[in-house]
Structure formats: C-alpha cells, structure tokens
C-alpha cells in the first residue's frame, strides 16, 4: 500500500490518474497536457504502474495506458481501516411494498 500513496502523493500523478478515469490515453496525449519533458513524464507513468494503478498496452507506436481503479478502491479502503473509519454501504431506495 505504500507504493500506492507514493504514487498518489504527487500532485501530476493525481492529474493523470484524473485523466485517466475520464478514458483511456496515448502517453502522449497525458504527456501534452503537462509543462514537463517527456522523460519526467515516463518517469510518473513508471511509479503509477509500479503501484499497480494504471496498466499499459503497446498498440502500434503508442502506449496505452488504463486505469486499475480496483487498486485505487483497495488502497483508500485500507486507509480507512486504519483509521478506523466504519464504511458503509450505499443506502439502497426503499421499495414500496403493494
């Protein structure tokens, strides 16, 4: 879990994990919405998937990278363990009963 809230502890990484759960994107379209080299930004691609929060994918010239939101849900579900916190369900509509 550590790996994942060093990932999350920078505020490009955040934008990128954003980005990403709008859709799926090229490293290059992410690395054009940034005023950083591209090597700065292969270097936060790198973390994040080390963390295990997003994959990528070779497709043609491009990678492709996608959001593992299942990592992301894990991670802030530990978090709130530790703290304590009780999590609960979303409340579902009450149904009428005819």
Not at 42 to 64: C, D, N, P, T, W
């Amino acid at each position: 879990m550590s790996l994942v809230f060093k990932a999350l502890s920078d505020p490009t990484r955040r934008r990128v994990l954003e980005m990403l759960r709008e859709r799926t994107m090229s490293a290059g379209e992410l690395a054009a919405a940034f005023q950083v080299s591209k090597p700065t930004m292969s270097a936060h691609f790198a973390v994040l998937r080390e963390a295990g929060l997003i994959v990528s994918e070779k497709q043609a010239q491009s990678v492709i990278y996608h959001l593992q939101m299942s990592v992301l849900e894990e991670a802030m579900l530990g978090f709130a363990q530790a703290f304590g916190w009780q999590l609960h369900p979303a409340a579902q509509p009450e149904t009428p009963t005819d």
